[in-house]
């Protein structure tokens, strides 16, 4: 088996300059190696962290729009049951209308009768009370 010594000696100092040299360039591809792999690894963990934010936030959104479904169904009941008392209340106040036109043409006809009698009877000199 040879030893290291063995090699040593029979190598020329121009190979072993280019030994140490390749071994120079290998280690310091090793550490940039080792640099991107530690940016892959921590631009990983923020892509993680920022799928979760981004899971969290479609949830919120989700249950903001179930919310808002939900308020916007109320509100259209809601404003269903206001159609009905508004309907409900043109057709009472229609009712109101005609009973005071009737009314009214009551008691034109009246007065129109009173006047009417009162005229007559002073024409008559008017009856006087027992």
């Known amino acids: 088996m040879r030893t290291l010594a063995d090699v040593v000696q029979h190598r020329s100092a121009a190979e072993l300059l280019g030994d140490w040299r390749a071994a120079e360039r290998d280690s310091v591809a090793a550490r940039a190696a080792a640099s991107v792999a530690a940016l892959a ?48 209340m043109a057709v009472t106040a229609d009712g109101d209308k005609a009973r005071a036109n009737q009314a009214i043409s009551e008691a034109d006809t009246a007065e129109t009768e009173a006047r009417d009698r009162f005229h007559a009877d002073e024409k008559l000199g008017f009856h006087r009370d027992r």
């Not at 799928?51 to 916007?72: C, D, F, N, R």
């Open 41 to 88: 690894v921590a631009s990983s963990a923020a892509a993680e962290a920022a799928a979760v934010e981004t899971e969290q936030a479609a949830s919120a959104a989700t249950e903001a729009a179930t919310g808002a479904k939900l308020a916007a169904e109320q509100a259209t009941r809601l404003a269903g049951r206001a159609a009905e008392t508004a309907l409900l």
